[in-house]
């Protein structure tokens, strides 16, 4: 018989070596399934959150467009009227009563409540000279000329200093702006400017936004944006002051806009247009869609001298602005009066303390001010 051979351990340093390895193999695997599990259930985060951002977003949309579109019925218009009173009766009733002595006792031209507008000649507040001084010496200091259309002043602005709506509007004004410059803010809550104001909208409004929009001209023709009629969304009503700095034309893309009782015939007819055509509903209407619907002659455009301008509902008056053609520039001094709290500028409230009409306008805009203000306020869908 032979002899069975004799089996060769491995050293104690091999075993211990060959242990490390093994032991090294069966970490690595196990890692190698640990990573694949991890990698699954990153994908499938991921997955999940992108559904709920589309889920989320989705409802914004949609509340947006039940806003927009119960806004123009008689139920919707009363039932955000009482929404508005419920959520603070007392300062809803105060605010009106104060309107109505406001109105009474201060001198102030009326808006039509029919038209939603009042155009306003340059002459035609006292302290407008000198308003449009410190808006020009602002512009300036910012890097603006009037003669260089080129000239482009750095959005120097409570939104980080980018540029608003794309690449061809921007606002100038920030908040230590407006404490640098009181006479701004001091304009616009005047007996004249707010008393029209507080007068159209039966109550003392929420001032807020005071700001210099920049317009310039856009690479691409493509009307985009608030380059499109659109009406805001803040509110049921509200009034919004566009007053030239400089003199405007119609190459500085004048502002636009749709007195309010052709506005709401011009809404229902292209809407029911666009259910004719399986179209969606959409916040921006086309100058296609105005014409069909026979409304190109009810278009107001704003041009005029330094001063000149219009206080407009913009929440009632189909708009547009900024059409600025090649070589030429548009600023404007841009005035919001709100029925409803928005984000807004943050304004000197400690200034108006003695005074319970102005108090009323602006002691809310600290609470109120954020960095998404866009400018102006426009719908999105």
């Known amino acids: 018989m032979s002899a069975k051979p004799t089996e060769i351990k491995p050293s104690l340093p091999a075993r211990a070596v060959l242990g490390v390895v093994n032991r090294s193999r069966k970490v690595v695997r196990h890692g190698m399934k640990f990573r694949s599990h991890f990698r699954s259930a990153v994908r499938l985060a991921l997955q999940g959150s992108k559904k709920v951002r589309h889920a989320i977003l989705r409802r914004r949309m949609a509340w947006k467009g039940f806003r927009y579109r119960s806004r123009w019925t008689g139920w919707g218009a009363s039932a955000w009227r009482a929404a508005a009173f419920v959520r603070s009766p007392r300062e809803t009733r105060q605010r009106q009563r104060l309107a109505e002595r406001f109105a ?15 155009l306003l000649p340059p002459n035609h507040f006292a302290e407008m000279p000198e308003v449009i001084a410190t808006c020009r010496q602002i512009f300036e200091s910012k890097g603006g000329r009037a003669d260089d259309a080129s000239a482009a002043p750095a959005a120097d602005s409570h939104l980080g200093g980018r540029r608003m709506k794309g690449d061809y509007l921007r606002n100038l004004l920030s908040n230590d702006d407006l404490l640098r410059h009181p006479l701004l803010v001091d304009f616009a809550l005047s007996d004249a400017a707010m008393g029209m104001a507080a007068s159209y909208l039966g109550t003392i409004p929420y001032l807020n936004r005071v700001d210099l929009l920049y317009s310039i001209p856009r690479e691409s023709d493509e009307k985009v944006s608030s380059q499109l009629f659109h009406v805001d969304p803040e509110g049921l009503t509200q009034v ?52 069909v619907v026979g409304a190109t002659g009810a278009i107001v455009r704003v041009m005029g001298a330094q001063g000149s301008g219009v206080a407009v509902d913009t929440s009632r008056c189909l708009h547009l602005g900024s059409r600025v053609g090649p070589g030429s520039f548009r600023l404007c001094l841009y005035i919001q009066y709100c029925t409803t709290r928005e984000r807004g500028n943050a304004f000197d409230i400690e200034r108006y303390q003695r005074d319970p009409v102005r108090r009323f306008a602006v002691q809310h805009s600290i609470a109120s001010a954020g960095g998404e203000v866009s400018a102006p306020h426009q719908m999105d869908n």
């Open 104 to 118: 009474e006792q201060v001198a102030h031209a009326e808006m039509s409540r029919d038209h939603g507008f009042r």
């Open 240 to 291: 919004k002051f566009f007053i030239n700095v400089f003199d405007v034309g119609d190459g500085e893309g004048p502002f636009t806009f749709i007195p309010a009782d052709e506005t709401a015939r011009i809404i229902r007819d292209v809407n029911v247009l666009r259910q004719q055509q399986g179209k969606q509903h959409a916040g921006r209407y086309l100058d296609d869609e105005i014409a």
